[in-house]
């Protein structure tokens, strides 16, 4: 009999579906601290050349600060070196918090850049930037900011604004010409900040060349969202999902993942889907399941067609085996387009600690009983360590209904009661909720049906 015939049962019962996304797919952006007359600046350079090759305007970005480089060198680009602490060149930040110095081997492949990107390359952020005007010949730049989160209240932050030119010589380019700072604050879910800025413009730059860079970057230095004016590939599909693709399991465990949404944000397009697996031990089964309750093996490629700016999403469906470590990625193809791969690192508890790899071990919402309920529900859960933990309720429009707690546990298995009432004490309507437990570093969703 066909294994996946056996397994497609108890993949269907287990299946929970996810409502909208509460976030947008994230822009990468490194900010690449250079000086001319610096060896080991081409290092950096040819890695971070290696990172664009493998990944298109509209997941990666780099812009370069250059300093005491004459005419380079924008004015007050020594607040940009003070803001972050740099002594030295080269000097590779992504998204504002990781940093990579220097050059090698690891830097010139592109490897250590690559490593830099893995906790945020699939990224859902709260926020969405949208550029809806530059004019390269006056300096003009407008666009807006939307607020997707019910849970974002971003105060203190910056909006940055920056100019860049391409094609100044050989390994010059993405330099920055003018770099501006304006505070920023958003809160609320659906709300949106419009912003405006003009960029003075020396006439010996090429308006051809120049492209413009905005994003959003918190108190603690955390960028949160990036747009450019660069051109992104006509077929352009991402992955956004609020949870870490390395996890821990045990041996023989039944995983379902949360939700990853796919994103299509070009063209009208027929994408084929498949899971790839580069190595696994023995007696992995990998699949997955859509909204609507139908699961797929993983191997057996699938076509999903998607409108522009249309999102599906789909749970991982996995059945551990033998002791050991799987790698495998969501391989999503389309004529004309570039392969597009989503990366997942599964480890068995046996062979793995907390911190092999970046990787965590998730809280498990371990039962929510009864469900569907009328009264009340027992949601019982499971954490790997003590933590500060959040236990919330949302609706399907990702509204926030009641918090249930918000406080430190330690280690072990913990149960609450929802009684089925919003935070003013109000019975809630009838219908799909979703429990969210949140730590500082992860979150489970679990479905709920009231009656």
């Not at 998204?95 to 250590?112: H, L």
């Not at 019910?150 to 604004?161: H, W």
């Not at 492209?211 to 230095?221: L, M, N």
Request: with cysteine; charged share 15%; glycine share 8%.
């Amino acid at each position: 009999m066909n294994k996946y015939l056996l397994l497609l049962p108890l993949i269907i019962l287990t299946l929970s579906l996810s409502a909208e996304p509460n976030f947008y797919p994230f822009t990468n952006i490194a900010e690449h601290f250079a000086s001319l007359g610096c060896p080991t600046c081409l290092d950096a350079l040819a890695g971070v050349n290696s990172v664009h090759d493998q990944l298109h305007n509209g997941e990666f970005v780099s812009a370069r600060h250059y300093i005491q480089s004459g005419d380079l060198s924008y004015p007050g680009v020594d607040d940009r070196f003070a803001y972050y602490n740099i002594f030295s060149t080269p000097v590779m930040i992504f998204n504002g918090k990781v940093k990579v110095f220097g050059g090698g081997d690891n830097v010139i492949n592109g490897t250590a850049y690559i490593n830099a990107l893995k906790a945020t390359r699939y990224w859902g952020s709260p926020l969405k930037v949208e550029i809806a005007n530059f004019n390269a010949s006056s300096g003009a730049l407008s666009g807006t900011v939307h607020n997707l989160s019910p849970a974002l209240d971003l105060s203190n932050a910056d909006i940055v604004f920056l100019l860049a030119e391409n094609n100044l010589g050989t390994n010059i380019s993405r330099a920055i010409r003018a770099f501006a700072v304006n505070d920023f604050a958003i809160s609320g879910q659906g709300t949106t900040v419009n912003f405006n800025h003009n960029f003075t413009l020396d006439p010996t730059w090429t308006a051809a060349n120049l492209w413009a860079a905005v994003f959003i970057q918190s108190e603690s230095q955390t960028i949160l969202q990036t747009a450019t004016t660069l051109p992104l590939p006509d077929l352009h599909v991402r992955a956004a999902f609020d949870w870490d693709p390395g996890i821990i399991l045990p041996v023989g465990f039944h995983y379902e993942s949360q939700p990853i949404h796919f994103f299509n944000l070009g063209l009208a397009q027929t994408f084929i889907f498949q899971i790839v697996v580069d190595s696994a031990p023995a007696n992995w089964y990998f699949n997955y399941c859509d909204e609507d309750g139908a699961c797929f093996p993983g191997s057996i490629p699938r076509p999903v067609t998607l409108a522009n700016g249309q999102n599906t999403s789909f749970h991982l469906n996995i059945l551990v085996g033998d002791s050991g470590v799987a790698n495998f990625y969501w391989l999503i193809t389309a004529p004309g387009m570039q392969d597009y791969k989503v990366y997942f690192t599964i480890a068995t508890d046996d062979v793995s600690t907390p911190g092999d790899s970046g990787m965590i071990s998730p809280p498990v919402i371990r039962a929510v009983s009864p469900n569907p309920f009328s009264g009340s529900t027992r949601i019982s859960f499971d954490l790997p360590k003590g933590d500060r933990i959040k236990v919330e309720i949302f609706n399907v429009r990702g509204q926030h209904i009641a918090t249930l707690t918000d406080g430190r546990y330690a280690a072990g298995n913990h149960e609450m009661i929802w009684d089925g009432k919003d935070k003013t004490g109000k019975t809630a309507p009838t219908g799909v909720y979703f429990c969210r437990l949140t730590t500082p570093g992860t979150s489970v969703t679990r479905k709920i049906l009231r009656l």
